[in-house]
């Protein structure tokens, strides 16, 4: 149950944590506060990583930790940037709805891992895009740029979350978080370095959000998240951490005054009844006879 808790808690974060992404590209662009927010992240995890001992991970790597940890740091970067870019065109209330539709890819994607897809992931899914249509879809039949960039974002998460469940069983829980975001700040700095302009008086003018989203978003949530996917399966990872659409929306609308139309409420309601439909239990209706990637026998 513990682990569960944790991973609420890594929602409720991730979720208002949206409120600071959007209020920060105020004063900075969306590279320089990945690079902010991955570093701070970093640094943060350095005196736990110091004082904690460290333990044998469960199963042997499958290759040298550095590439382990660069892998999740790639994934957690283009996830990161994809829906920080896409805050510069949308809501916070809709970019964290059309984020959370991880939880349904996760299980669609992990059938070539070699996992089960059940009926509850059917309808949920089903519902849950009929929820993205009517958040993300104008009537003239067009996607806003910021929605796709957000989906994209969500679709780098799935990918982080199904590899978070591979890495976390063969390396230090804390080596990864605190690896993953210094990947993660490099390659936004070298991206701010060429495309943005980078200032002392803009950095300061947000300082809030980036040490909130740096301290709380990156080092505390992302650590939670790979503590609690050591100890849970992904699929549940990923419906628990769908919780984090509840805080963003709610955050958007309290903090950022934010408004939904008729249209887009139909939309939250649809993905919120995919969600949790989707964590009932139910019959298995796929499984594939092979795997894309085949773990070696431990």
Known sequence: MKYRLLLVLTAAIWGFAFVAQ??????????????????????????????????????????????????????????????????????????????????????????????????????????AMTGVYFLSVTEAMQIGPGDGLVFLGALCFTFHILYLDYASQRYAPLEIAAGQFFVCGLISLAGALLFESISLPALLAAWWPILYVGVFSTGVAYTLQVVGQKHLPPTECSMILSLEMVFGGLSGLFFLDETMTLRETAGVLFMVAGVFLSQFPSRPVLHLPFRLIRRPPV
């Not at 995890?45 to 892998?71: C, N």
Request: net charge positive; charged share 10%; with cysteine.
């Open 22 to 127: 959007v209020v920060a590209m105020d004063d900075i662009g969306p590279l320089t506060f990945s690079a902010c927010r991955s570093f701070i992240g970093s640094l943060s995890l350095l005196p736990v990583l110091f004082l904690s001992r460290r333990e044998a991970p469960p199963k042997p790597p499958d290759f040298p930790e550095w590439l382990g940890v660069s892998i999740a740091g790639c994934l957690l970067c283009g996830g990161t940037l994809f829906q920080q870019f896409g805050l510069l065109y949308t809501t916070a209330s809709k970019a964290s709805f059309i984020t959370a539709t991880y939880i349904l890819m996760v299980p669609l994607f992990g059938l070539f891992l070699g996992s089960v897809l059940r009926r509850n992931h059917v309808i949920g899914a089903c519902l």
